[in-house]
Nanobody, 124 residues
């Protein structure tokens, strides 16, 4: 499975961006797909995830502003980011797991097997 992110860029505070993640390969065995972000010198942190059934969970810092969605038939994952803040500036990565993820597990890096290369989001 390969994951490729796109849609990053620079935006002013208060603006919106929509990140996309396209999966290729055998995706039928994927259970959970999520978004993480990382800034230089910091640990990668969870943004949010969704299960195949559409159950989503988010980090407190983005609840109410970010939405994770997916389309299994199109092998696509999206992250809609609204009301962006400078502290949202980071490299954003999509990830996919080959096992069902629990409510907490979906927010942990170790749950995920496949990772994209990242797309940069800069909010000024």
């Amino acid at each position: 499975v390969q994951l490729v992110e796109s849609g990053g860029g620079s935006v002013q505070a208060g603006g919106s961006l929509r990140l996309s993640c396209e999966a290729s390969g055998s995706t039928s065995g994927l259970y959970c797909m999520g978004w993480f972000r990382q800034t230089p010198g910091e640990e990668r942190e969870a943004v949010g995830y969704t299960t195949r059934g559409g159950v989503a969970n988010y980090a407190d810092s983005v609840k109410g502003r970010f939405t994770v969605s997916h389309d299994n038939s199109k092998k696509m994952l999206w992250l809609q980011m609204n009301k962006l803040k400078p502290e949202d500036t980071a490299m954003y990565y999509c990830a996919a797991s080959v096992a069902p993820c629990t409510e907490l597990g979906g927010m942990i890096q170790g749950t995920y097997t496949y990772w994209g290369q990242g797309t940069q989001v800069t909010v000024s």
